[in-house]
């Protein structure tokens, strides 16, 4: 039997059940709150109610690029910048960025290692979030080794308030033989983050 609620001045609400209700008889609790805005009702199996959060994992918050195409050259185990570089806002507290960088390196040696990381600075923090070691091989053609080196990374940067700043960064160092190593050369660095709602 349906229940129904008269508006104070027009109109009513009525509320009905199932014809057939399995399993017995079923108590709903409703919250003591009528929630916030966006909120819905989610029960905790037993018939209590409450208001929550609405999900929206997965949901692309914002996308920001930077390229660099410059030539950039070093003989040094000191990690120098990249090139490219994203600073943005993030849009909502506690989000995940999910991060895709890429830069072509070479050396005209005979052979080389670079090292390639990928940092992120919130404020005066700078963190390093990966790390690649790549042997640049020969490919026989012209005595020029190149290869490209890059990372996609879900990084969880657990910054707690909407608004602020992030930026994330390549840079790269050689291991001091058979240099120097050239990023960007014969290609373009290029840094894009996808911020989701987490």
Same mark, same amino acid.
């Given at each position: 039997?349906?229940?129904?609620?008269? $508006?104070?001045?027009?109109?009513? +609400?009525?509320?009905?059940?199932?014809?057939?209700?399995?399993?017995?008889?079923i108590?709903?609790?409703?919250?003591?709150?009528?929630?916030?805005?966006?909120?819905?009702?989610?029960?905790?199996?037993?018939?209590?109610?409450?208001?929550?959060?609405? @999900?929206?994992?997965? =949901?692309?918050?914002?996308? *920001?690029?930077?390229?660099h195409?410059?030539?950039?050259?070093?003989?040094?185990?000191?990690? +120098?910048?990249?090139?490219? &570089? +994203?600073?943005?806002?993030?849009?909502?507290?506690?989000?995940?960025?999910?991060?895709?960088?890429?830069?072509?390196?070479?050396?005209?040696?005979?052979?080389? /290692? @670079? =090292?390639? =990381?990928? =940092? /992120?600075?919130?404020?005066?923090?700078?963190?390093?979030? *990966?790390?690649?070691?790549e *042997?640049?091989?020969?490919?026989?053609?012209?005595?020029?080794?190149?290869?490209? +080196?890059?990372? &996609?990374?879900?990084?969880?940067?657990?910054?707690?308030t909407?608004?602020?700043?992030?930026?994330?960064?390549?840079?790269?160092?050689? &291991?001091?033989?058979?240099?120097?190593?050239?990023?960007?050369? &014969? $290609?373009?660095?290029?840094?894009?983050?996808?911020?989701?709602?987490?």
């Amino acid at each position: 039997m349906p229940i129904k609620l008269n $508006g104070s001045t027009s109109g009513s +609400v009525e509320l009905d059940v199932p014809a057939t209700v399995s399993g017995g008889d079923i108590t709903l609790t409703l919250p003591a709150t009528d929630g916030d805005a966006n909120q819905v009702l989610e029960t905790d199996g037993s018939g209590s109610l409450d208001w929550v959060d609405k @999900a929206n994992l997965g =949901r692309l918050l914002q996308i *920001a690029t930077d390229t660099h195409e410059t030539d950039i050259s070093s003989n040094n185990t000191t990690y +120098v910048s990249c090139g490219p &570089n +994203v600073d943005f806002d993030i849009l909502k507290a506690n989000s995940k960025i999910l991060v895709h960088a890429h830069v072509n390196m070479n050396t005209s040696g005979s052979s080389g /290692r @670079a =090292r390639l =990381r990928l =940092r /992120r600075t919130v404020g005066s923090t700078t963190t390093t979030i *990966a790390n690649a070691d790549e *042997a640049l091989v020969d490919y026989g053609n012209d005595g020029i080794h190149v290869q490209g +080196v890059g990372f &996609n990374f879900l990084d969880t940067h657990g910054v707690g308030t909407a608004g602020t700043q992030i930026s994330y960064h390549l840079e790269f160092s050689c &291991n001091g033989t058979n240099g120097p190593i050239t990023v960007n050369n &014969n $290609g373009i660095g290029i840094i894009t983050i996808m911020e989701i709602d987490a």
